[in-house]
């Protein structure tokens, strides 16, 4: 599967969007984005996923290039609950289903 | 939907002895299952994969007579850590999924103190 690069930190404002980008260039045409959080304690958290579309759900939207090399998980409007690492990870629909997970982005989000 | 039941939350005892984490899918089934484990500011680290009704994949260095992996049926898995000592307390954590490009959802994890 492909690596992905996250910046390590982000400090957000309560209230407003959180942008957060990824970069994922080695990408394959069979190879999913998914984002997780992981607040402390806590096991990891889906979020959403797509493969060369824009998703959006209840909690996030999905924005992926369309040379598919990078995506922003955006948070449209951050409160304090959602402090957390965030994981960008990329995988393919295969038979293994296996999950890598890097360091990710802690994100804070201040009052 | 997709809820991951991982009990007990918080386990503490002696060295030597064994210990068995349950990993259930409440309300879906999960065609594989998976063990992680993560220590202190350290990331997540894959254990195992387990598919139902046969033997678990365990990754590099991860010791298979350790920690043993159960998966009887689609919707629950047990890992049981034998003769487990200080070095092994972590953070434990399942996930399962129903295959495909289908997310893979946790479990809330368990946190093991052996003194």
């Known amino acids: 599967d492909a690596k992905t690069t996250q910046p390590t930190s982000m400090d957000c404002a309560e209230g407003r969007a959180a942008n957060l980008p990824c970069n994922h260039s080695t990408i394959s045409g069979n190879e999913y984005v998914y984002w997780y959080r992981q607040i402390h304690s806590q096991g990891p958290q889906y979020i959403i996923h797509g493969l060369k579309n824009n998703e959006t759900n209840e909690m996030a939207s999905l924005i992926i290039t369309e040379d598919r090399k990078s995506s922003t998980l955006i948070l449209p409007h951050a409160t304090l609950r959602d402090t957390a690492v965030y994981y960008c990870?990329?995988?393919?629909?295969?038979?293994?289903?296996?999950?890598?997970f890097g360091a990710g982005t802690t994100v804070t989000v201040r009052a | 939907g997709a809820v991951v039941s991982q009990h007990p939350s918080w386990v503490i005892c002696k060295s030597g002895t064994s210990v068995k984490i349950e990993c259930r899918s409440l309300d879906f089934q999960a065609t594989t299952m998976f063990w992680y484990r993560q220590f202190p500011k350290q990331s997540l680290m894959l254990m195992a994969t387990s598919n139902e009704g046969s033997k678990a994949t365990y990754e590099q260095g991860v010791e298979k007579d350790k920690f043993l992996i159960n998966h009887a049926s689609l919707t629950l898995s047990t890992l049981t850590v034998t003769s487990a000592h200080p070095e092994d307390s972590s953070f434990y954590i399942c996930?399962?999924?129903?295959?495909?490009?289908?997310?893979?959802?946790f479990g809330d994890g368990t946190r093991l103190s052996i003194l």
């Open positions: 996930s399962a999924t129903t295959g495909g490009d289908q997310p893979q959802h």
């Open positions: 990870i990329v995988r393919a629909s295969s038979n293994d289903y296996k999950l890598s």
